[in-house]
């Protein structure tokens, strides 16, 4: 049985590697420090939808993703993996949105794509770390969902086996089809980018880029191969009410940021006894540590 | 998170090379495949941005599965069950991340499912995984096998196994035998023709890196009645058609993650590959220097990874109130390490462009007549890639057992312990000058070249350089070295005895090869000044060992010899 398999990827500032500069004055993150990354949960989503795809001979797997023109990056990235292709959901318009405006737009863009059997999604970006979108995309698509997957145990007759890592343990579960499944990041890595790939999909850009590319005979490269052109939709194609995308559909609002600096510059060595530690942990307690 | 090509700038470094353009285009016959394969490039620069990316992946694997399985393949090791070789689990992760990744068959030609990379980029990748994991190049390596395979074989044989080969079949050389090791005319594995054209081989392989392959290039003596060489012929043995089955594997000190074969053959079924006879005299030869190539590269990585150990411990161990890299006695063993490293490293790259020039010639001209000076220039390649390539199979092994020995000095105690990587680093090490030939006979292959002036000629062309004007003392003393090299290899001439030319064959090999390597990082440093440093201290080490061994060659009469000789 072949599958549309849709994949929501992320393009997220590399948080694991965050410098002085990560955040503005207002409380916003300074993407222009930090480098734009494939976020590591949405690569092993990839690789479950990629392992569907293996199993299921004929299957697509298309990236959907939001955000600058740029993030097309994390479509060739998942090209490189395996992925057939992808759109950008981009739009000046759609900045600066919630967990809540992002999922609306997101639903918005899967209804466009229209016939798919599942969507995979990391289980969270480490930006924002909610872990809402993909629930919250479910639930506008009036969907089943599946979190915290961790593998894809079966996918026939219209139902999907699910594999759960839950905090006390593991949960199979069964859902119907179409459905939404978010990868927890203990899922198997994603597969290494291929050399054919890699050299085969290195062109591949959204309308956008094409548009500022310079050499003439990659531009009729681009022209020539369908699977080199990448979708980039905006918030009027995807039919996108204005006013529940970008700020004004966010009701979230950032009140106040703070640095949190931690000021312990030197280790303290403890006696070997009860009385030091019980001392240390009444200590950790008041100071609001731990407890 | 980690990558071993970009973390490496000196890769990048020899990958551009200015000879890449001529060996690009030559073999991608000005860029004409582009049209038949999606992946082919465009031109020069698409080429070079694809070898970029591909070693990127390369680097990225390496750092982020292959290094991190190493202690665990190290210890786990491959087992025998039902005369079938397991490998260790993270051998196994390691060759299913390689397959993915669409990393075997590198330089295969695309009609075949290669990437029809030229041998530097692919001896680069070599490179990287060695540092990773050095017994995993050997099974990753093999992948070698087919480029005899494709240079010998009838097309139908090409077509037969070379797309398994890219898809991820691993490949293994069966030359030795328990009487048949660095003298493989005593070969003995029996080969006998069926009517139907196919071929049966019985007897018994030892010391089969990777013997339980899925294909496997076979050395047995097809003429019944011969004793030598040219009874010999190469086969091809197909594993699915059964019939050699793995007796043990054997307990080695190092590489201990590649399984290392006893094989027994049974009537196994095999397909005559080339021409009867030229199994050792031809085909054999072209599958060792393509090993040899292989070992240095893995030598290479050796080094890469000693040095670093060494470096990271120098910087963190503290005594005296200091790192000890501030010690001078250390900083000193860790700057001779990093120039034998880059002396290596500019050697295997030297030698793996001439192999290419070489090779994409001879297989131009199985798709037409080479012009006469496309011939004169293949003669003159081939010369240079025959020259280089034992001298940097000797050299570049003897120095990563150097740095691995100096890697674990600087560990000081701790090296000594199990605790650290440098002792697998150690151990993996000893068998690079041992294996493909050992450093004697890799002596053997290069002395000819010192009597027929190949390295001569090498050095003259080197020193006709524009160098910079910070580098014109370094050029001159490599003058005088040259000549120093010349006296001595004509005072071995004036003896013309054979036995004083082979007591002093190592010693005039080891010259010209200080000689050619320090002409080569002075090379680098002319085009990139990060390498200066190293030129530096690698011209004050060729130097001393090039007087070291004039003085001894100068002083050395013909009556000296019986001294040595012990019995």
Redo the contacts between chains.
Sequence with gaps: MSLNIVVLAKQVPDTRNVGKDAMKEDGTINRAALPAIFNPEDLNALEQALRLKDANPGSTVTILTMGLPRASEVIREAMFRGADGGIVLTDRTLGGADTLATSYSLAQAVKKIGNYDIILGGRQAIDGDTAQVGPQIAEKLGIPQVTYAEEILDLKDGFVTVKRRLENGVETVKAPLPCVVTVNGSAPECRPRNAKRLMKYKFAVSPSEKEKLTDERIKALVESRPELQLKEWGAAFVEADPEQIGLAGSPTKVKAIENVVFTAKDCRVLDNSDQALEDLIVELIHNHTIG | ?ANFYTDNPDLRHHLNHPMMRKIVELKERNFTEAEKY?????DFEDAM??YD??LN?VG??CGD?VAPNAEGVDHEGPRVENNRVIYASGTEQNLE?CR????MG?SMPRRFGG?NFPITPYIMAADIVSRADTGFENLWGLQDCAETLYEFGTEEQRTKYIPRVCEGATMSMDLTEPDAGSDLQSVMLKATEMPDGTWRLNGVKRFITNGDSDIHLVLARSEDGTKDGRGLSMFIYDKRDGGVDVRRIENKMGIKGSPTCELTYKNAKAELCGSRRMGLIKYVMALMNGARLGIAAQSVGVSEIAYREALGYAKERMQFGKAIIEFPAVAEMLAVMKAKLDASRTLLYETARYVDLYKVYEDIARERKLTDEERKEMKLYTKYADALTPLAKGLTSEYCNQNAYDCIQIHGGSGFMKDYACERVYRDARITSIYEGTTQLQVVAAIRHVTTGTYKALMDMYAATEWKAELQDMAASLKELTLAYEVAVAKVAEVNMPAYTDFMARRMVEMAGNIIMSYLLLLDANRNESFTKSARVYNNLAKAEVNKHAEFINNFTPEQLADYNVK
């Design positions: 998170m999606d992946y082919a490039p465009l941005d694809n990316r591909v992946v990225e694997m599965i991340a993915k990744a669409g990393l590198m990437l």
